[in-house]
């Protein structure tokens, strides 16, 4: 049973950081699609950052790239998002997705099989 559970949200002042952590169980394979996407109040779900594994490549939004940044750790079943410099239009629910397939578009958020609960960003002027 694959089980991810996102951690790391909080409040914090614009300019600030924040690191979320999602630890993903049970997610066995060599290669597969692991992202972040947001979906803020009243607006639709988007992709944030993703990372493919077996070739290690990264995606970023563009609203993000330079601030944040995926990473993971194999040890820990762990991918993080650290987010710097946090704009106020960064506030979001915050959702971890995984698959284990590699073959599509990174942020088509359709193709995702597994999905945690979420955690809350809120970042004040």
């Known amino acids: 049973q694959v089980q991810l559970v996102e951690s790391g949200g909080g409040s914090v002042q614009a300019g600030g950081s924040l690191r979320l952590s999602c630890v993903v169980s049970?997610?066995?394979?060599?290669?597969?699609?692991v992202a972040w996407f947001r979906q803020a109040p009243g607006k639709e779900r988007e992709g944030v950052a993703g990372?493919?594994?077996?070739?290690?490549?990264?995606f970023y939004a563009d609203s993000v790239k330079g601030r944040f940044t995926i990473s993971r750790d194999d040890a820990r079943n762990t991918v993080y998002l650290q987010m710097n410099s946090l704009k106020p239009e960064d506030t979001a629910m915050y959702y971890c997705?995984?698959?284990?397939?590699?073959?599509?578009?990174?942020?088509?958020?359709?193709?995702?099989?597994?999905w945690g609960q979420g955690t809350q960003v809120t970042v004040s002027s």
């Open positions: 997705a995984a698959d284990r397939s590699v073959h599509f578009s990174i942020f088509d958020s359709r193709r995702y099989s597994y």
């Open positions: 049970g997610l066995t394979g060599r290669t597969n699609s």
């Open positions: 990372i493919k594994t077996g070739s290690e490549t990264t």
